[in-house]
């Protein structure tokens, strides 16, 4: 069926479409200055990413937009959109190449993903950059002869191994980097297996993020921390931001952050299964945050599920978070069959006072989020 309109209602429209016409024309002119920002960043070597700009052009605009009477929030959400699409496009002009004296770079695994968006990022900015994979191991002296930097990136089940026993051999001045999501026993192995400068990176993002502008990278420090600054110079230019971290630290977070996250997404999908979920029927019912929740499971499944496993089985740290979780889960679920409805809002304020004022923020960013779950709805 036709919607419903009208003859005003139609001519309105069309004087829209002109608007909209003329927001596309702007559009294009931002693009084309945008192009321009990336060429002259591009020689000068800085960062894609521009925090305290983007912060003071923004308070500028929410307030030239309260003047107008425009929601300042609007304007924020298309800028912020607009300088996504900045990032993407200033990456393809190149970045400048920090370190002009290396000689070329060594990705092993460079055909998985994460390898394969390191070689991209290398190679804009002017490097020569090789891949050695799985059946290339025959040609490993050549390869390797000369190179200034060897970055190992292979699931996580099989590094310390391989690293072990092929990158023993590496020209003493050669950087060996790793950046495998847990960092202390490849450090190790990596420290025991090669003289010169080692650095253990963990990219904080999955290889379709398009730019690394925004994103984090960890930094666990090796051996000849000098002689690898330029390697974190460069990934800022890239626009990501270097967090530095102890490897027993980081990996200890990442029992959280990763294993036991992803271990309950997976559950979860499990148990949508076995009780033979209506998916269709979950999402005409579901609330923006539903929904949102259910993409999170969802997504986990369309991905390659050895990655989730080398994840999940990487720390055996993580079946001691995952065990307390389900402990807390049996916990709560015992007040529940208790009916002791008064502990559940006990303990609910308890952990809401442990929260602080995370609480709050978080509820402040996921309003933003599922105003756009709700913008991405069809019908
Ligand atoms: O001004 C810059 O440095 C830009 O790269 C342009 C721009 C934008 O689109 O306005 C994009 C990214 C930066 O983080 C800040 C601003």
């Given at each position: 069926m036709n919607e419903k309109t009208t003859l005003d209602l139609e001519n309105l429209r069309d004087l829209i479409d002109g608007v909209d016409q003329q927001l596309l024309n702007l559009l294009r002119k931002r693009l084309d200055l945008?192009?321009?920002?990336?060429t002259v960043k591009h020689a000068a070597g800085v960062p894609i990413y521009a925090p305290q700009r983007e912060a003071s052009m923004l308070a500028k605009r929410r307030k030239e937009a309260s003047e107008m009477d425009i929601s300042p929030q609007l304007?924020?959400?298309i800028l912020r959109r607009l300088m996504r699409e900045s990032y993407l496009n200033e990456k393809d002009v190149g970045f400048k190449q920090v370190k002009t004296d290396l000689g070329h770079i060594v990705v092993v695994g460079g055909e998985g993903q994460l390898g394969g968006?390191?070689?991209?990022?290398?190679?804009?900015?002017?490097?020569?950059?090789?891949?050695?994979?799985?059946?290339d191991w025959d040609q490993a002296d050549a390869l390797f002869d000369g190179a200034g930097m060897v970055i190992v990136t292979v699931p996580i089940n099989v590094t310390c191994e391989l690293i072990r026993s092929k990158l023993n051999?590496?020209?003493d001045h050669c950087i060996l980097a790793d950046l495998t999501s847990i960092k202390s026993e490849p450090l190790n192995a990596m420290l025991e297996a090669h003289k010169g400068?080692?650095?253990?990176?963990?990219?904080?993002?999955?290889?379709?993020v398009g730019s690394?502008?925004?994103?984090?990278?960890?930094?666990?420090?090796?051996?000849?921390?000098?002689?690898?600054?330029?390697?974190?110079?460069?990934?800022?230019i890239w626009g990501a931001r270097i967090v530095n971290e102890d490897a027993e630290r980081h990996d200890k977070a990442m029992q959280l952050v990763q294993a036991m996250r992803h271990f309950s997404s997976f559950v979860y999908g499990v148990n949508l299964c076995k009780e033979e979920a209506d998916i269709e029927s979950l999402l005409q019912f579901s609330s923006p945050i539903y929904r949102l929740e259910l993409?999170?499971?969802?997504?986990?499944?369309?991905?390659d599920p050895e990655l989730y496993a080398d994840i999940i089985f990487a720390q055996e740290g993580?079946?001691?978070a995952i065990s307390d979780y389900l402990d807390n889960y049996r916990d709560a679920l015992d007040l529940l069959k208790s009916g002791n409805r008064d502990a559940f809002v006990a303990q609910f304020r308890d952990v809401a006072k442990w929260f602080g004022d995370f609480a709050p923020q978080f509820q402040h960013e996921s309003r933003a989020m599922l105003q756009s779950v709700n913008d991405m709805k069809t019908n």
């Open positions: 945008v192009a321009q920002v990336g304007i924020e959400d968006l390191f070689s991209q990022m290398l190679t804009l900015s002017g490097y020569q950059v090789k891949s050695l994979d799985k059946d051999n590496l020209p400068p080692v650095v253990g990176l963990h990219p904080m993002f999955g290889p379709d690394l502008a925004k994103q984090v990278v960890v930094v666990c420090d090796g051996r000849d921390t000098e002689k690898y600054q330029w390697f974190l110079e460069q990934i800022t993409a999170m499971v969802g997504r986990l499944f369309a991905q993580s079946q001691v």
